[in-house]
Structures are given as structure tokens and as C-alpha cells.
Nanobody, 123 residues
Framework: QVQLIESGGGLVQAGDSLRLSCVVSGGTIISYSMGWFRRTPGKERDFLAYIMRSGGSPIYTDSVKGRFTISRDIAKNTVYLQMNSLKPEDTAVYYC????????????????WGRGTQVTLSS
């Protein structure tokens, strides 16, 4: 079965950078559109970025445009989220997701999810 495993989270200071990884097993990432979301306690998952299964220009939510970059390494079957200029409000659990059909800003359309990786910004 398809499994997604995120890694790369941690405790960082404002202004720092992190690169999150999402390794996909049980399938190839070129069969899926891939998205990144994040969640804070008591809230629904918020959209961050997606890249279509065919590639092309990724889509980002306004709050991370210019700071975050989604990319993929097909040979490694891995999707990345490069996060620069991190802010305290970026503290959240970060999730990757795979969609067999059309990608979306709506988390409900995605078919597979990782368990998340915690990113914490110090005050």
C-alpha cells in the first residue's frame, strides 16, 4: 500500500531554514500530485503548496509565497518542502499528501497522508 513518511522537522529560531522530506513507498510520485499542509492544535489542516503529477509550476498559499518551495526528486521518490525565513507563526505539524486526481487547496481531496513532522519556532 502507499505510505508517506515526513521528516526534517525540529526546533529552530525565527529567520532560520528547514527542509522537510516526504518519502513515498508503494507507488511512484509521478503517479500523484503532491501537496504540503500544516495543522495547529484545534484547527483544520491548512494548505501550503502543491505540485502536479505532470510537474509544471507549483501553487502556493499567499502566506508562504517567496519563502517556501516545493520540489521533487523522482529518482529518490521524495518530495521536499524548503522553508526559508521561518516565522513564529510557522509553528505547526507539517503533513505531505498524495492525490490520484487533480490537486487542490482543499485537504479533503487527497488520498494518502503522512503522519506529520513537528516544526517549532522559538520565541
Amino acid at each position: 500500500q502507499v505510505q508517506l513518511i515526513e521528516s526534517g522537522g525540529g526546533l529552530v529560531q525565527a529567520g532560520d531554514s528547514l527542509r522537510l522530506s516526504c518519502v513515498v513507498s508503494g507507488g511512484t510520485i509521478i503517479s500523484y500530485s503532491m501537496g504540503w499542509f500544516r495543522r495547529t492544535p484545534g484547527k483544520e489542516r491548512d494548505f501550503l503548496a502543491y505540485i502536479m503529477r505532470s510537474g509544471g509550476s507549483p501553487i502556493y498559499t499567499d502566506s508562504v509565497k517567496g519563502r517556501f518551495t516545493i520540489s521533487r526528486d523522482i529518482a529518490k521518490n521524495t518530495v521536499y518542502l524548503q522553508m526559508n525565513s521561518l516565522k513564529p507563526e510557522d509553528t505547526a505539524v507539517y503533513y505531505c499528501a498524495a492525490e490520484m486526481g487533480l490537486p487542490s487547496r482543499d485537504w479533503g481531496v487527497y488520498d494518502y497522508w503522512g503522519r506529520g513532522t513537528q516544526v517549532t519556532l522559538s520565541s
